[in-house]
């Protein structure tokens, strides 16, 4: 199979000086996780959801007290992205999503954009279609954290960890995820503006064999249930790859949490099933 096989089109756009604010709008109204970012007919770069997630955090110091309505595209965007043609195989596509960290691949010919390739593209061919494992086989161990943990802590948990995190109540219960999405969409506020505030308690032990104890935190702005979906989405871990594609498209997530009895055993991801075309 090749890109054009798989390819979306026409493609959605903003323009550099357009602001955040309108590019995450646009991502919203056309169910998109990316822009490409066109001068009249020249491909400038690319914005994702990923971008708007992280990329707000580490922008230079003038940006950082301004509301996403007055930062330009140009400032988050990617520039100069890795194009593809239409002839590119999807073995191929595949193995640059995973090598480069990208979801999206644009389709150029002759200088033009004539459409797109993305993951989920990927996740509907009929290449993935025939893949034949069980989700036990590819799935990941799960990285967690507390409901009442803060914002910064989880976007410096998945960022490291390049991943979803799954949130879990005191008891490891099953809480909610939070993904890339969550993050990018997440109801920036003014820093003019007074953060919401709330009393939270942890269950943590004083030390290391000692019993648990609740400990009581204050002011907390953002926490992780703030953000979090819910509820999760689960599969457990003898079911079909075929299965899992099936939920991931029907429920429109790239992730399923595995699980069995209640049990968290790992948490299955769209790039594990990338992998498998990959190979």
């Known amino acids: 199979m090749r890109a054009v096989d798989v390819m979306s089109a026409p493609v959605h756009v903003v323009a550099p000086n357009d602001n955040v604010a309108y590019a995450r709008n646009r991502m919203l109204k056309h169910r ?4 490409l970012v066109m001068e009249e007919d020249d491909l400038q770069g690319i914005l994702t959801k990923k971008d708007i997630a992280y990329r707000l955090r580490q922008t230079e110091a003038m940006w950082r007290r301004r509301p996403i309505d007055r930062i ?3 400032v988050l965007m990617a520039p100069d992205p890795i194009t593809i043609t239409q002839e590119t195989s999807i073995r191929a596509i595949a193995a ?3 090598d480069r960290d990208i979801s999206g691949l644009p389709v150029v010919e002759d200088g033009t954009v ?8 990927v996740m509907r061919s009929a290449y993935v279609q025939g893949l034949t494992a069980q989700v036990s086989e590819i799935m990941e161990d799960a990285i967690t954290v507390n409901r009442y943990h803060s914002l910064d802590h989880v976007i410096n948990t998945i960022k490291g960890k390049n991943d979803k995190l799954i949130v879990v109540n005191d008891n490891g219960s099953l809480a909610g995820i939070i993904t890339e999405s969550n993050l990018a969409f997440y109801e920036y506020l003014d820093e003019r503006m007074n953060l919401p505030r709330k009393d939270v308690t942890h269950l943590r032990k004083e030390e290391p064999a000692g019993q648990k104890r609740f400990r009581y935190v204050v002011e907390v702005s953002a926490v992780a249930e703030d953000i979090m979906s819910r509820p999760v989405i689960t599969i457990p871990p003898g079911a079909s790859l075929q299965d899992a594609v099936g939920l991931m498209l029907e429920h429109q997530v790239n992730s399923l949490v595995v699980a069995e009895d209640d049990d968290i055993q790992g948490v299955l991801k769209r790039d594990d099933i990338i992998k498998e075309v990959a190979k």
Request: proline share 6%; charged share 15%; glycine share 6%.
């Open 114 to 121: 004539i459409g797109i390739v993305t993951k989920l593209d």
């Open 32 to 35: 998109v996780s990316r822009l």
């Open 96 to 98: 640059t999503m995973l």
């Open 72 to 74: 330009p595209v140009s």
